[in-house]
Structure formats: structure tokens, C-alpha cells
């Protein structure tokens, strides 16, 4: 693995403070989701699933935010997005802190997203910044995996600060730890984006760079199946919530339960870091994929025998099956998409990143709010995900041109392309 530049930061710091700056994201989502129904019932939910619009529509301001952050960071440096991305988090935490109706709470959560979409998208643009090929999916899949891991924890902290403190804590918990990153980042990270490399901030980059994105075979099509795989599991996110703690009646257990599911992401994230160098990405992803179809549909033929209330068990290891196959997926996919797009990393992150998350964004709302007291909508949303984004993949790698280009261009770089 070769760093491209003199860096004052270590390999493993750097890894540590960018798995950190993803974190937020995860954070974001799990360490809220036992509070949902204490929110609710304080700010006047009336309809169960709407409930489900804290966590979906963090995704949204997420989606959009992720289009401003890879221009301006072409522009000025990967460094100011990511402190406009934090302030704009900070924000969003006091107004959910401070919300008085479900309105307002909306509304900070898109801030929150729109803000951490900021250290997100910069955490790919700063390590296409300095790795590629497979060092770069390697470094992915590291991070990848921490930013899975934090849901094993993330739902009993939120669990245990709802029981000391109220739901309110949870969002000034959020604030604390955005100063940290702030600070960490802005002590020990340096600019990874040389001034000659910058780019003048204009539409016309702007859209010429959009254009490179869904005019690209590969970073097209990967972006596409890495959409319809995260909808699958932003559905389950909106409604595992409901399914866990309310149709199986687990209750306060719940966390225990979901933290299961998020090992097995994580672990699939890490044996990803080492399969990786083995056996190249694009086979892990196509295996992995067809892995969470087939476990997909026979579950979805075993659930519906059993009227959409199989037993408790059944569901665990069906669950854990598919995000092991996720979970090699996670870092796969968005390393794919980038793999061409090098020499406009911050626009490209942007592109891919929002694209991605709004593709499944309307899919996994679609999905949870779809959820009746069974968990069909959930399982029918895998299965049928999964097998569209199969079909993204086989249309990125089909006799693509852009596929001969991207291996030209790695052999030329002293990488071997993945077969």
C-alpha cells in the first residue's frame, strides 16, 4: 500500500480519525432509534410509521448535502467542507435539542444530514486522495467497518442516556461529539488536495463532472447497484424499530438484538479487508450480491407461509445471512464507483455519494413505510433490490469500454485491475 504524499499523520490514525468522521452518520441513525417512540408521543406523532421521517429524512438532507460539499472541496480543500459539514451538523443538533413540534425535529434532522453528508463525502475524497485500487478499498473497508460496528453500541447508549437523561440528552451527546471530531480533524489532518490539483468552483465544472460521473459505464453503473442495496437496508433501518421492539415484543432488549445484526455487517466488512487483496472486488461484490438475493427469496417463500410472523429465530438468521453478504458490499461498491473517477475525486464522491443515497433513500422509504405488523415489505424489498442491483452490476462490467480504460489506466499506475 503507498501513500502518494508526505503525510504528518499516521496510517493508523488517519484510518482511525476518518472511521470516526463516518461514524457520525451511524451515529446519527442508531443511537436515536430506541428513542423513537418517546419523540413521537412527546412532539404528537399520531400515525406509528411516521415516526419512521427521523430517520429517513436525515438521508434526504444527507443525499443533498453530499452534491455541495465535492465542488466547493475541489475549490478550496478537503479541509473546509468538512468544518462547513460540522457546523452545519452542530446546527441541526440544537434545533432537534430545542424542538418544540414534529415540524422542527424534521427540520434539524435534514440539517443534521446535510451537514454530516460533509464529513462523509470528504472521507472518500480524502482517501482516493491518497490511495487507489485495491490499497484504496482495503482503507475503505476499515472504515466501512467501524462505521457498521458503531450500531453494536449505538442503540444501548441512546437506550441508556433515554433512561437518565430523556430523549433531548441524546441530540446534545451529537453536539459533543461533533466538537470532538472538529478539533481532532483540524489538529491532525493535513490538506490531502495540492493547490495546482484545485479546481474553480463554476456550474459548468460542476456539471461537466456530473456528466463524466453518469456518462462513465462503471462509476454509472456501481452507483446505481450500491443505491438499490442501501435502500434495501435504509428500509430495514426505518422499521427494525417496529418489528423488533413492537411485533416481536422485545422491548428494552432490542438493542441486544439489533446490535447481533450490526456485528455481522461489520465482520463481513472486515474479512472483506483482507479478501479483498485475495480475490478483487468486483467477484466479493457479485457473490455477495447473489448471496442476499437467493437467501432473500427463500426466506420471503418461508415468511409468507407463515403469514409475515415467522418465528423470532428464523428472522435472525435470515437477517444475518444477508448482512454478511451487505457487508462486503459497503466498501466494494462505493471503491467501484470512484475507480475511474481519480482525477475529480471531490465532485465524484458528491455524485456518486448523493446519487446513491437518494436512489435509496425513496426506496427504503418506500419500503418502511410500507411496513403492516409483518415483515414482508422488508424481506420482498431485499429479495427484489438485490436482484435489481445484480443487474446494475452486470450492466456496469458488460463489454463496458470504460472497463478497458479503467484497467489501462491501473496498469499505467502500478495497480492490477480487478478481474
Known amino acids: 500500500m503507498t501513500d502518494r504524499r508526505p503525510a504528518t499523520i499516521s496510517f493508523g490514525e488517519f484510518v482511525a480519525l476518518m472511521a470516526t468522521m463516518t461514524a457520525l452518520v451511524a451515529l446519527s441513525i442508531d443511537m436515536i432509534l430506541p428513542a423513537l417512540p ?48 460540522l457546523a452545519l451538523f452542530s446546527a441541526g443538533c440544537l434545533l432537534a435539542l430545542l424542538a418544540r413540534s414534529f415540524s422542527l425535529m424534521l427540520l434539524g434532522r435534514v440539517l443534521q444530514g ?109 452507483t446505481v447497484a450500491a443505491g438499490l442495496v442501501y435502500g434495501a437496508f435504509i428500509g430495514y433501518l426505518s422499521s427494525v424499530q417496529q418489528i423488533l421492539q413492537e411485533q416481536y415484543a422485545l422491548g428494552p432488549r432490542f438493542p441486544v438484538y439489533f446490535s447481533t445484526l450490526a456485528i455481522a455487517l461489520g465482520g463481513a466488512s472486515l474479512c472483506n479487508a483482507r479478501l479483498v487483496g485475495r480475490h478483487g472486488m468486483r467477484p466479493l461484490a457479485r457473490r455477495a450480491l447473489r448471496l442476499v438475493c437467493v437467501v432473500s427469496v427463500v426466506f420471503l417463500v418461508i415468511a409468507a407461509s407463515q403469514s409475515g410472523q415467522p418465528p423470532l429465530w428464523t428472522l435472525m438468521a435470515y437477517l444475518l445471512a444477508s448482512f454478511f453478504g451487505i457487508g462486503l458490499l459497503f466498501g466494494n461498491l462505493n471503491a467501484l464507483a470512484m475507480q475511474p473517477l481519480g ?25 418502511g413505510q410500507s411496513y403492516d405488523n409483518t415483515v414482508l415489505p422488508l424481506v420482498a424489498g431485499f429479495a427484489v433490490l438485490s436482484g435489481l442491483s445484480m443487474a446494475a452490476v452486470r450492466f456496469a462490467e458488460a463489454g463496458s469500454p470504460s472497463a478497458a480504460v479503467a484497467g489501462i489506466e491501473a496498469s499505467a499506475r502500478g495497480t492490477i485491475p480487478d478481474a
Open 38 to 85: 418517546s419523540i413521537g408521543a412527546a412532539l404528537g406523532v399520531q400515525r406509528a410509521n411516521d415516526s419512521q421521517l427521523i430517520v429517513s429524512l436525515l438521508f434526504l438532507g444527507f443525499g443533498l448535502g453530499q452534491f455541495f460539499y465535492g465542488p466547493v472541496s475541489e475549490n478550496v480543500g478537503r479541509k473546509p467542507a468538512v468544518y462547513i459539514g
Open 114 to 222: 446535510v451537514g454530516v453528508g460533509g464529513p462523509r463525502a470528504m472521507t472518500i475524497a480524502l482517501v482516493r486522495d491518497k490511495f487507489e485500487g485495491r490499497a484504496m478499498a482495503r482503507v475503505m473497508s476499515l472504515v466501512m467497518a467501524v462505521f457498521i460496528l458503531v450500531p453494536v453500541i449505538a442503540p444501548s447508549i441512546g437506550q441508556a442516556v433515554l433512561g437518565v437523561a430523556g430523549w433531548r440528552a441524546i441530540f446534545g451527546l451529537y453536539l459533543t461529539l461533533a466538537v470532538v471530531v472538529w478539533v481532532w480533524f483540524g489538529w491532525r489532518q493535513e490538506e490531502t488536495l495540492a493547490p495546482e490539483r484545485r479546481i474553480p468552483l463554476s456550474a459548468g465544472n460542476i456539471v461537466r463532472g456530473a456528466r463524466e460521473v453518469f456518462t462513465n459505464r462503471l462509476a454509472f453503473g456501481y
Open 343 to 367: 482525477h475529480i475525486a471531490g465532485i465524484g464522491a458528491a455524485v456518486v455519494g448523493g446519487s446513491s443515497t437518494l436512489i435509496s433513500l425513496a426506496l427504503g422509504t418506500l419500503i
